[in-house]
């Protein structure tokens, strides 16, 4: 299994939570888990046999589908060649943050914004521009629970660096 370094979400730590979580093991109780230097090497030790799994984002097999057979000498393309087993819970890479010190920032203030940045994507042209720009297909409101999973990821992070 081809894993990414310890501090990526998405080749690392989301998989070894619901790893622990389904199985209560750790990446490390894995005796065949081979760090990548990226996700490249990590679709080329797919593509060559060298591993029979890698852990990567949800977008990996559209990024590295050119590559697949033209670089990394797979003889198919990639969505024959490869199946998803296991998707983690949702990543949030990307949020619009407001400072919860902030006395310009009120609760009405924040649901406008919030509301702004949600009507933008509801145009099709502005939409796509976001995405040329974020690569963001849209918004939506986030409460506290949504962080659940990431705060287990950052004591996974800590217990790790102890």
Sequence with gaps: MS????????????????LS?????????LSNAVQSDSYLTAF???ASGQVDILLTYADGHRDYAEQWESELGAEN???????TLLITDA??????????????MTDELKEAVAEALINLTEDEK???????????????????????????AQELLLEANN
């Design 21 to 29: 979580d389904k199985y209560d093991k750790s990446i490390a109780d």
């Design 3 to 18: 894993v990414m370094s310890p501090t990526s979400p998405a080749g690392y730590i989301y998989p070894a939570l619901k």
């Design 44 to 46: 080329s030790r797919l």
């Design 91 to 104: 990543i949030f890479n990307d949020t619009v943050s407001v400072s919860k010190n902030s006395d310009t």
């Design 77 to 83: 393309d990639i969505w024959t060649d490869t199946d």
């Design 126 to 152: 502005t939409c796509e521009v976001i995405f040329n720009i974020y690569s963001h297909e849209g918004y939506e409101k986030a409460s506290d629970s949504d962080y659940d999973n990431e705060r287990k």
